[in-house]
């Protein structure tokens, strides 16, 4: 009885220790199809002006602006990443290093695409990006400005897993999870929020659930502050 009891623990430990390495980076085992569609979760589409706003061709700005953004959360990240790995045959390490590379460009990083419709291309420089609480009005909590900062388009897990539309621009923007005083910028009590893209008196938004990867990374920053 003695003998088959150790065999018996012996063969737990050998299991265990096979099983460890491959919980540890779960990301790392997803296939093509399972990282796509975790890729693509997390990709919202809107407008910023109105579909019917008065059509008059104007030289310096666009009637109204096709929008598309994509939340970069930490498992968008990892989809990313892992799409690069099986494209490109990387190492395990070669993969947590584009992660890694990812999520020290910021607290998180929203990718946005606008296409301007009709009138001028061009989109102006003081285009603006704000986090806020989804349908935000008047005397909430303040909305979150982001930074854009096209550095990071040759961050290769910050690119997402959709092909590049030509028709669009393309935009990351940084944006904080954690205040000046190092709490969390949104309250646990926050289910959704939303993006809002303004361009000239243009305004559109898209909304997201808050995930909780984003919460725990929120949680992480804070305690280090």
């Known amino acids: 009885m003695g003998r ?6 012996l063969v737990m430990l050998s299991s265990a220790t096979e099983v460890l390495p491959q919980s540890k980076e779960a990301y790392l085992s997803w296939s093509e199809d399972q990282a796509e569609k975790v890729g693509k979760s997390m990709r919202a589409d809107g407008r910023a002006g109105g579909r019917f706003d008065f059509r008059v061709i104007r030289t310096e700005r666009a009637v109204n602006y096709k929008l598309r ?16 790995q099986i494209r490109r045959r990387l190492s395990d390490e070669q993969t947590m290093s584009l992660v890694a ?6 607290h998180t990083v929203v990718l946005v695409e606008i296409d301007p419709r009709e009138g001028s291309g061009v989109i102006p420089l003081d285009w603006r990006a704000l986090l806020q609480v989804k349908d935000w009005k008047p005397g909430m909590s ?18 997402g897993v959709f092909r590049r539309d030509y028709s669009y621009d393309v935009f990351w923007v940084v944006f904080p999870l954690v205040s000046d005083n190092g709490a969390p910028v949104f309250a646990d009590s926050v289910r959704e929020i939303e ?11 898209v909304s997201w659930t808050i995930p909780e ?13």
């Open 4 to 9: 088959s009891f150790i065999a018996g623990l």
């Open 69 to 84: 953004a994509t939340w970069l959360t930490p498992e968008v990240i990892r989809a990313t990443a892992r799409l690069e």
């Open 101 to 106: 590379e990812a999520e020290a460009a910021g």
């Open 142 to 159: 303040e909305s979150i400005v982001g930074a854009s900062t096209p550095a990071l388009k040759n961050t290769k897990a910050l690119a």
């Open 195 to 205: 993006l809002l893209v303004g361009i000239h008196e243009k305004e559109g938004t």
């Open 213 to 225: 990867s984003i919460r725990q990374r929120a949680r992480a920053l804070s305690s280090k502050k």
